[in-house]
């Protein structure tokens, strides 16, 4: 066997001399084969891997030519991805970033992905986690790891790539409880956090008590995702009608215009409420009386006057 081994690998670098030779392959391809890479227009992953890291110039040329490869091209930049020996953390994140753009379907991309997850440099995580949704990697396999990823390192960019599996994120929703309690995160991945739990949506629905309670949280920022998210969650958080009203009169105008505005998606529930939101009508934010309007159409359209229709705007 071993005879066979040694026969097989003096024949192929004997192959490979005389292919040089005569000038049918370039060295590096020839060792591309060798070392069994992935190739892209007659190219190894160390070619792309070399020009991804060279100057200007062939960095632009391999960044067109593999964008434009589609999915044909994910193999090699898969392997670029996972090259953590040979490729830079710069290279690393252009292959990962290229990955979410053409590693649509491609097996290769979501294993890779996945794998970047642990990738050592920081930056390389973020835009791995970034382009998992991306790339379409199936929730059963990037929501796991991205709720992983977030248990250890809690990151705006890894809850921003969990949310956009929506309603499949719902495994998540633990962590990003977590994560939007803790008041020693920062405010941005704290409100990331709480869009991301209204973007669960109905799944959601045990989270609506600490939603209400961030109504009256500091931060203008997480009352007003806090009021978001309660509105994504819909019906199944009937019991924010009356937390959601309180806040109708907040000093920041946001949070008035989406605490009127999930009013209006939390649905028949919120009509107990009807003379705070008509209230809204009087708000000196042109926002926050649309958003009125919009939720007294929806909840109790006998409320909402018909405009006065003048001579001239009758006129044909």
């Not at 020009?51 to 960044?63: D, K, S, Y």
């Not at 799944?203 to 931060?219: E, R, Y």
Request: glycine share 8%.
């Amino acid at each position: 066997m071993k005879k066979r081994l040694v026969v097989g690998v003096i024949l192929g670098l004997a192959v490979a001399l005389v292919l040089i030779a005569v000038g049918r392959q370039p060295l590096v391809a020839v060792w591309g084969h060798l070392r069994g890479e992935p190739f892209y227009a007659g190219w190894p992953a160390s070619h792309w891997r070399q020009l991804l890291g060279g100057g200007p110039g062939e960095q632009a040329e391999a960044l067109e030519t593999l964008e434009g490869a589609g999915s044909a091209g994910a193999p090699v930049l898969a392997a670029v991805l996972q090259d953590q020996r040979r490729a830079s953390a710069e290279v690393r994140c252009l292959a990962a970033e290229l990955l979410g753009k053409v590693g649509s379907g491609a097996d290769a991309a979501a294993t890779s992905l996945v794998a970047a997850l642990q990738d050592p440099d920081p930056y390389v995580r973020s835009v791995a986690s970034a382009a998992v949704p991306k790339a379409n990697v199936p929730a059963r396999v990037g929501v796991p790891a991205l709720v992983e990823l977030l248990g250890r390192e809690q990151n705006p960019v890894h809850v921003r790539a969990l949310s956009e599996y929506r309603s499949e994120a719902e495994p998540g929703l633990a962590v990003l409880l977590q994560i939007m309690k803790n008041p020693d995160v920062d405010t941005e991945t704290r409100w990331n956090a709480i869009r991301a739990i209204g973007k669960i949506g109905a799944a959601a629905a045990s989270a609506v008590p600490a939603l209400v309670a961030a109504l009256q949280d500091p931060a203008a920022t997480i009352r007003e995702h806090s009021a978001e998210a309660l509105g994504d969650i819909g019906p199944p958080a009937a019991e924010a009608a009356q937390p959601l009203a309180s806040v109708l009169h907040d000093p920041a105008p946001r949070v008035r215009r989406d605490a009127v505005r999930s009013l209006g998606q939390i649905g028949p529930s919120a009509r107990a409420v009807l003379s705070d939101i008509q209230a809204a009508l009087q708000d000196q934010e042109e926002i926050v009386r649309q958003a009125a309007r919009n939720t007294l159409q929806a909840l109790a359209p006998e409320t909402v006057a018909e405009p006065v229709k003048t001579a001239a705007s009758g006129a044909k």
